[in-house]
């Protein structure tokens, strides 16, 4: 695997770069485990997500190779969902607990990024996908269902609405709007996040 995540594994391994992560996605599908799944590995920084400010402590970090402006192949999805099924079996974990790290550092980083397929995770149920619908802008309201539904990171709200639309809506622009606040209230209305209780 030296081309496609070849790199990308070489930095990971690396004491310099002071990151790594459980398993990295090359995108012909390919899968390196790189850190057993009962130790830590450093893939979240400084994340916080339902409560959780220390998210690498208990969470599993997946790295998909990709730039950030190309599609994800079929291959590498296929992997990814396959590994997920994995996971998430062994480990107990809900839908609701599949998550960028878009999603528990928002501002910080980007990844997965817009081209990422969230809903065909969603239609497996390896993810969350919310109900169509619009209500009333409500930033106040947006803020607390946002919290409920897992972000937790203490950001302004416009850094919550990228999280959001990174992940939900990646064509939307402007202002805070009753799409956007559906999405929070339909997330956390069905997908509640619970506070961890000690680490996995």
């Known amino acids: 695997m030296r081309g496609g995540a070849g790199p990308a594994i070489d930095w990971l391994c690396s004491p310099a770069a002071q990151v790594s992560a459980h398993y990295v996605i090359d995108e012909r599908g390919p899968v390196a485990r790189l850190v057993p799944e009962d130790r830590r590995a450093w893939h979240a920084g ?16 997946i790295e998909l190779s990709n730039d950030g402006a190309a599609p994800f192949p079929e291959p590498q999805m296929a992997r990814l ?18 998550i960028g ?7 910080r980083k980007i990844d997965p990024g817009p081209r990422f397929d969230w809903r065909r995770l969603a239609r497996q149920g390896l993810a969350v996908w919310p109900e169509k619908g619009a209500q009333a802008t409500d930033e106040a309201r ?9 972000w937790t990171a203490a950001v302004p709200i416009d850094t919550l609405l990228h999280s959001l639309r990174l992940r939900f809506r990646p064509w939307a622009t402007g202002p ?6 559906a999405i929070a209230a339909d997330i956390a209305r069905r997908f509640p996040v619970d506070p961890p209780h000690g680490n996995t």
Not at 82 to 98: D, E, T
Not at 101 to 107: E, K, L, N
Not at 142 to 150: I, L, N
Not at 176 to 181: A, E, K, N, Y
């Open 81 to 98: 969902e396959a590994l997920l099924r994995g996971l998430m079996k062994r480990h107990g974990i809900p839908p609701q607990g599949v």
């Open 46 to 61: 400084a994340g916080s997500w339902g409560g959780c400010d220390d998210v690498n402590s208990i969470s599993i970090g």
């Open 176 to 181: 805070l709007d009753g799409r956007d606040c």
């Open 101 to 107: 790290h878009s999603d528990c550092a928002p501002g």
């Open 142 to 150: 947006f803020a607390r269902d946002m919290r409920r539904a897992g």
